[in-house]
């Protein structure tokens, strides 16, 4: 379903059960694993996220084989074989990843070379625990594709897990969620059921943003943002992204920016740029986030709470980014306002200069 036709789609419905509960995150692990039939399980998480992995390990008891704390930002090759080692080592059946998206990403790489199940126990609102896209990076380039056997079967939101996420980081996830809703609601393949997803995802994420800035601690607040990324998670899945992904997937893989604040710094760049090619897109976000101005909106967002305020801010060079915005406009293979390298060339500046949008 697009912005010209409504009644022309293709939707696909990935199994994956979702349970959202404080607490779950040491209370259910273990039940999902029983549902799958896993009895072997290696837990995969970052360095800093190894207390909480221990913590999974310990409510699985004998289910947990191993616990391997190694994951890294963008899945590097030689990670990534390390973590397979580890699983065959162990003699593991399935992986659960507790983390942000590097930690899910490297069960998707364990998933990819070994067909092993993923549970996935996320502590960030990236997202990737609701889609089949995988990425590794060899020699500072990251490659991605979509395969099923990586996506998680069973996803555990614990809105406790998220209560260290500190608040800049907080919101720049949150706002990386809201990016997949934007790009899914005007994806050429997004139907009916993705568009209601992402719409309601863009209304809960933005709602819930403001409340965990304010209260950090609130595990309501938290449980509302996890609600929104399982939405706009789930968008991203069901749809092929545009612009503003291989954008940030540029920036990203190839001159080493962080993610999620990537994604909200470039957000309202695209969204203002591509808005007069899908009005009905834009419109919804926009009715979702209780505006008339949908990439003014999300330009304040992130600045009310002390998150990154441009891409110089980051770490980008001025002189990269005409590299940057080639190699970018190389890789979109779906926008719904055509892609030239002087079109990304001016969103990228008006990232880079932290510039409101459209200006
Ligand atoms: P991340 O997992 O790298 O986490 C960012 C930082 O936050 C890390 O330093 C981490 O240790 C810390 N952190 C995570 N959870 C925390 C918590 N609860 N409290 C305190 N600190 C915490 O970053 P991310 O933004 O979650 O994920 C980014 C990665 O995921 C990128 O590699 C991106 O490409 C990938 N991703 C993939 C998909 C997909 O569908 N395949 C979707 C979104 C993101």
Redo the contacts with the bound molecule.
Sequence with gaps: MNDQDPLSFTHESVPVRIVLRAGAAVTATAEEARRLGLRRLLVLS????AD?ARAVADSLGRLCVAVHPE?R???PVEVAARAVAAARAANADGCVAV???????LG?AVALRTGLPLIAV???????E??P???LTEHGV?R?GRDPVVQPRSVVYDPG??????VP?SV??GV?AIA?AVEALYAPDASPLTRLTAEEGVRVMAAALPEVAADPGSVEARGRALHGAWLC?TS??AATMGLHHKLC?VL?GSFGL???ETHTLVLPHVLAHNAPAAPGAAAAVARALGTDDAPRALWELPRRVGAPRSLAELGLAETDLARAAAQAAGEVTVNPRPVTTDGVLRVLRGAYEGAPPGE
Excluded: D, F
């Design positions: 970052g360095p800093r996220g909480t994951a930002m963008h899945v983390g942000g998206g590097s930690s899910i990403g998707k996320p502590s960030t609102y990236s997202g990737s609701m889609t896209v995988w990425g990251k991605t897990l998220t209560l260290s996420l500190p980081l720049a996830s990386n997949h998670g991203l899945g997937h990203g962080p993610h999620a």
